[in-house]
């Protein structure tokens, strides 16, 4: 089994930074592409960036200059660090990743997500 784990959410008054992490875990023999994505009440969830394995980065213009990912490799881990929030940024942040794992002795390539972490820009 694989499973990613997201930590790092919270509340942030506008301004503010905040540091996600996402970690992966289980029978994994090698990961692609890893990515935040983040969705709003009410709207689609959408791409906020992602990174491939070997470092190439991907951002949504709404963040732009101000987010920042990152990846451990060693860890099977990936950041997004988010600086000058906007409570337009308020969302549920969710880890993604595909990842090739082993099952029962064969290797398998899906896309897996996190359950999602709580983002609150506010005064």
């Known amino acids: 089994q694989v499973q990613l784990v997201e930590s790092g959410g919270g509340l942030v008054q506008p301004g503010g930074s905040l540091r996600l992490s996402c970690a992966a875990s289980?029978?994994?023999?090698?990961?692609?592409?890893m990515g935040w994505y983040r969705q709003a009440p009410g709207k689609e969830r959408d791409l906020v960036a992602d990174?491939?394995?070997?470092?190439?980065?991907n951002y949504a213009d709404a963040v732009k200059g101000r987010f920042t990912i990152s990846r451990d490799n060693a860890k099977n881990t990936v950041y997004l660090q988010m600086s000058s929030l906007q409570p337009e940024d308020t969302a549920v942040y969710f880890c993604?990743?595909?990842?090739?794992?082993?099952?029962?002795?064969?290797?398998?390539?899906?896309?897996?997500w996190g359950q999602g972490t709580q983002v609150t820009v506010s005064s």
């Open positions: 993604n990743a595909v990842i090739t794992s082993i099952q029962s002795g064969w290797r398998r390539t899906r896309n897996y």
């Open positions: 289980g029978s994994i023999f090698s990961i692609n592409t």
């Open positions: 990174i491939t394995s070997g470092g190439g980065k």
